[in-house]
């Protein structure tokens, strides 16, 4: 629980202008990773995780310094995928699949962000795409 309260206090330093955009992408970041009922809405296998994807965002702040353009272009493209996953949320009842979802575009946020921290699986654009596309034609998303 430590590590979650260093990272929002890395997060809430990042007080400039300049990283307005990554500041509210950790913060939403954050509040879906470490909500206050995390321990019963994270699966138990996932839990471990948690720790890599705030190791994640701090390797993301001690690096945002001169690459603020690739940051935001990065954050572009997760909430892009943020979008999609809301879309398939609200109609998906497959709580397994959504799960899985959830937890593919966090591993893709450490391959964008900090690749360096290690992703758990191999994730892309090409494998995201295979992961959402049958789901959104089956809900009628396409």
């Not at 702040?61 to 995928?81: C, P, R, S, Y």
Request: charged share 35%; net charge negative; with cysteine.
């Amino acid at each position: 629980m430590s590590r979650r309260f260093d990272t929002a206090r890395e997060v809430d330093d990042l007080s400039s202008k300049t990283f307005a955009r990554a500041h509210r992408d950790m913060e939403e970041q954050l509040l879906g990773l470490v909500p206050h009922d995390f321990l019963s809405t994270t699966p138990y296998d996932r839990l471990p995780d948690l720790i890599r994807y705030l190791d994640g965002m701090r390797y993301r702040i001690d690096h945002l310094q001169g690459k603020v353009g690739k940051d935001e272009n990065n954050t572009e493209i997760i909430a892009g995928w943020q979008v999609r996953y809301a879309r398939l949320k609200d109609v998906c009842g497959n709580e397994e699949v959504l799960v899985r979802l959830r937890f593919l575009l966090e591993e893709y946020r450490i391959v964008l962000f900090s690749q360096v921290v290690g992703a758990r699986e191999k994730v892309s654009e090409k494998r995201l795409e295979r992961e959402f596309e049958p789901l959104e034609m089956e809900a009628g998303l396409r």
